[in-house]
């Protein structure tokens, strides 16, 4: 059962990526149709080896047969067209953070919350890439030792910014006209991502607080986080420290993440191997490592989590998303 797709924001890096990861997949396409802004009208992309012409968006694309429409053109975007989308019947899953703490909008990990696609509206969002990393394998320890705590430390790639972090630290430390950051990037760290708000936290330090609880279905979770960019191109990693409530052994630990779907672990510190960036580099698995006991209080540990943030952190959790709702029809 072939499906009439559309992506809106096509020619930025995670529409571009949606398409070759629909390839990879062979996602089930009947009409393909790409959508993006005026300057990007009449840009020619290739998927399965035909061409495709990319339109500009307004308010009367969504006049045709359309089943699903991947969003990846910022909240803005979303905001205004996605409850047109809704409006004709189309299922939108948008990777923006517009409705991603809407009630009526369930926030899908396909390994994580399956099941939350059921209650959909019309629209579906797909959490921030660092959130979706560290649900996949909070979940199955949740479930076997139920967390208490949280605390989360990130070291995000500067393609998480779009072409404008790429550039800056490809410009190095003359990023004269800075495109996305405040300083330079390049050797260097900024603990400074998405704005700043009233308590002190940034929003992508929140999305992260309050996207996992949602996904998780546990408003009691006690979550902090401090998200910080640092000069890697592709591949966000988290420092997760964990607290939960029962007591564990270690090999239990290990043996709930790697019988987990989605996750590959890769610990043996003394032979230099662990999760590292340019190792998850288009790959959709989300990589464990560093996982210890925190000695410092009664059930702890500490782990270190890594995954492409473009693929599994976006377009690859959408697709998978596009592919549920398919199976669910
Ligand atoms: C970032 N997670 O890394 C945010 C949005 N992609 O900039």
Redesign the pocket.
């Known amino acids: 059962n072939k499906v009439n797709i559309g992506i809106v924001g096509a020619t930025g890096m995670v529409g571009r990526t949606f398409l070759k990861v629909m390839e990879e997949r062979n996602f089930p396409v009947d009409n393909l149709y790409l959508f993006a802004s005026e300057k990007s009208k009449g840009q020619k992309l290739i998927f399965n080896g035909n061409e495709h012409e990319v339109e500009e968006l307004n308010e009367k694309s969504f006049n045709r047969p359309l089943d699903i429409l991947l969003f990846s053109a910022g909240g803005e975007i979303s905001k205004k067209y996605a409850p047109m989308a809704k409006n004709k019947g189309i299922v939108v899953v948008d990777n923006s953070?517009a409705w991603r703490m809407d009630s009526n909008v369930p926030l899908v990990v396909p390994e994580v919350n399956p099941e939350d696609i059921n209650w959909n509206e019309g629209i579906i969002s797909n959490p921030?890439?660092?959130?979706i990393q560290c649900v996949v394998p909070l979940k199955p320890l949740h479930e076997t030792f139920k967390i208490k705590r949280i605390i989360f430390s990130t070291y995000?790639?500067v393609?998480?910014?779009?072409v404008g972090?790429l550039t800056d630290l490809e410009n190095g430390l003359e990023s004269l006209e800075p495109q996305k950051y405040p300083h330079p990037i390049a050797f260097n760290c900024l603990p400074h991502?998405?704005e700043f708000t009233d308590n002190g936290y940034t929003k992508?330090e929140i999305?992260m607080i309050e996207e996992t609880k949602k996904i998780l279905h546990d408003e009691k979770l006690k979550i902090t986080s401090t998200?910080v960019?640092v000069p890697v191109r592709y591949g966000?990693c988290v420092s997760a420290n964990i607290e939960f409530e029962k007591q564990f052994e270690m090999d239990e630990i290990y043996n709930t993440l790697k019988s987990s779907k989605g996750i590959i672990v890769l610990d043996d510190g003394k032979n230099n191997i662990y999760p590292m960036p340019i190792k998850v580099e288009g790959k959709d698995e989300v990589y464990v490592g560093r996982i210890r006991r925190d000695f410092s209080i009664d059930n702890g540990i500490n782990m270190w989590i890594v995954a492409d943030?473009i693929r599994k952190?976006?377009a690859t959790n959408t697709v998978q998303i596009a592919e549920l709702l398919i199976k669910n029809k």
């Open positions: 953070s921030n890439c660092s959130t995000q790639a393609s998480g910014s779009g972090g991502i998405d992508e999305k998200t960019r966000h943030n952190g976006a």
